[in-house]
């Protein structure tokens, strides 16, 4: 079966760092995504992960461990705009993102 | 810019009324995608068209159609909503279907069925 697992919420303090972890099982394996989406709007691309290791995009880094089936999205100084869902999403054998739930982050001041 | 774009960004329709959300691209993709999410979901895929070809997904009701009459232009048709349908309709395209290539998002479509 497919599944993909994050945390539901998390809470951090602006300036500061937060880790979010993914794990997954898929069919398949074609990459990994990261996407933000601030409540009701829709997702916007972050990250993409095909080979293990970290990927880093200004204050976005991603990992992905590919024998582990885990990834993680870090984000560094946290800023108040960056109060969203996280939402993981491999890509499996037939191409199509499978996304989890996503992951509410809330930055406080 | 180019983009994707949704219309209406919200809609209302009454229960069993038809109704069609569309969506179009400037980014001259190949492929559109139509995913529903609801309230602290995530996004389910329904259908997608690869150029021309339709693929429907296998869990997608039958009350679900989709068109998409050129390259730029995709329909999402529900022939008779129930309350079970009110969610956000999210479009999106990308150049291909693997690779590096990303899925882009437009803004949704948040449908309300009275």
């Known amino acids: 079966g497919q599944n993909i697992d994050q945390p539901t919420e998390m809470t951090a303090t602006e300036g500061a760092i937060v880790q979010i972890n993914c794990t997954y099982q898929?069919?398949?394996?074609?990459?990994l995504f990261w996407y933000q989406q601030h409540a009701g709007e829709a997702p916007t691309f972050l990250s993409y992960n095909v080979l293990d290791g970290l990927e880093e995009k200004g204050r976005f880094s991603s990992f992905l461990s590919r024998s582990k089936g885990y990834s993680y999205l870090l984000l560094k100084e946290l800023q108040m705009k960056d109060s969203a869902s996280y939402l993981c999403?491999?890509?499996?054998?037939?191409?199509?993102?499978?996304f989890g739930t996503g992951t509410l982050l809330a930055v406080q001041p | 810019d180019a983009m994707v774009i949704q219309n209406p960004r919200y809609q209302v329709t009454q229960f069993g009324k038809p109704v069609t959300l569309s969506c179009s691209q400037t980014?001259?993709?190949?492929?559109m995608y139509w995913y529903q999410q609801k309230s602290s979901q995530a996004p389910k895929l329904l259908f997608h068209y690869y150029d021309k070809d339709f693929n429907n997904e296998a869990d997608t009701p039958d009350n679900f159609q989709s068109r998409r009459p050129n390259t730029s232009f995709c329909f999402l048709d529900i022939r008779s909503p129930g309350l079970g349908d009110a969610a956000m309709y999210l479009c999106?395209?990308?150049?291909?279907?693997?690779?590096?290539?990303?899925?882009?998002f437009g803004p949704g479509t948040r449908l309300t069925v009275l």
């Open positions: 980014l001259n993709h190949n492929v």
């Open positions: 999106a395209t990308s150049p291909d279907r693997g690779g590096t290539d990303t899925q882009y």
């Open positions: 999403a491999p890509r499996g054998a037939t191409n199509k993102l499978i």
């Open positions: 898929t069919s398949g394996f074609n990459g």
